[in-house]
């Protein structure tokens, strides 16, 4: 007997995450399915209540069109439903089946500001880059000196190291 192959993409983490946060922020706006369905509608990308049901139950998959009028429609940033909004900063967020960071460390490199893994050889040139790459002129903040990024205490010291002025987040010791 023969074994065929499955098209089926299984749900990771982040489809997982983002089932949970669009009917949190759902029930957040006091919207049932059916006037989420019709805010959608409303701006373009129409999806039946029956849909939005399915994606809640992690049923049905999300394309990146669907995340952004879901964003709009419930007046939030993509990475509202991407990433946690709940629990603390030290909470372990689930990237792919085997990859795991901190949701504060997930946060800074989603909104562009800093990578997940700093480089060791030139922290400063990778954190550059890093901004300019992931963000358009318009949106860049590098700050080397006067204010530091948000970083971990080890992203400081590293920058520090390689001899670049970061100031001392409040409350880190240091």
Known sequence: MA???????????????????VMEWRKARQFQQKDLSAKL?????????????KIE?????????????????LDVSPLALLLPTRGKATDPCA?????TAPASDVWL???????????????????????????PPYARTIRLG???????????EKLRVAGYAVDNEPGDGA
């Open 109 to 135: 490199m989603a909104d562009g500001e800093v990578p997940l893994h700093l480089s060791e050889d030139d922290p400063a040139g990778h954190l550059v880059r890093y901004e300019t790459d992931s963000r």
């Open 3 to 21: 074994i065929m192959a499955s098209n089926a993409v299984i749900a990771g983490p982040t489809s997982q995450r983002v089932a949970k946060n």
């Open 41 to 53: 509608r409303e701006i373009g990308r129409p999806m039946l209540s029956t849909v939005i049901s």
């Open 95 to 99: 990237l792919t089946d085997s990859l």
């Open 57 to 73: 139950r992690g049923e049905r998959r999300i394309d990146v069109d669907d995340l952004m009028a879901l964003a709009v429609a």
């Open 146 to 156: 006067g204010s530091s990024p948000r970083l971990t205490k080890g992203q400081r």
